[in-house]
């Protein structure tokens, strides 16, 4: 069974920091890109940072570039986004998956997702 839990999240003020974890079981970690994405309330669901099996190719979303770093560690199937600087427009429901292929940051396109985890910033 393919599993993806993420967690991590939680309420933080405006300049804080969260570390977000996904752990990963149940299909290959070492071939697959891993993206973390995030839905806010009436908004689309967007790529945050995503990262490829070999770690040769990391996607930022323009919005948290330099203050977001997404990271892998193969060896326990597992995906880390460490976030810096919070701010308000970040909070959202953040969810991880996983994906075969060239890196991408169309959730359309990642195949296995975790149930998400709440990260709420306040002002």
């Known amino acids: 069974e393919v599993q993806l839990q993420a967690s991590g999240g939680g309420l933080v003020q405006a300049g804080g920091s969260l570390r977000l974890s996904c752990v990963t079981s149940g299909f290959n970690f070492d071939d697959y890109s891993i993206g973390w994405f995030r839905q806010a309330p009436g908004k689309e669901r967007e790529g945050v940072a995503c990262i490829s099996s070999s770690v040769d190719s990391i996607y930022y979303a323009d919005s948290v570039r330099g203050r977001f770093t997404i990271s892998r560690d193969n060896a326990k199937n597992t995906v880390y986004l460490q976030m810096n600087s919070l701010k308000p427009e970040d909070t959202a429901v953040y969810y991880c998956?996983?994906?075969?292929?060239?890196?991408?940051?169309?959730?359309?396109?990642?195949?296995?997702w975790g149930q998400g985890t709440l990260v709420t910033v306040s002002s």
């Open positions: 998956a996983a994906g075969r292929g060239r890196l991408t940051r169309d959730w359309r396109t990642y195949t296995y």
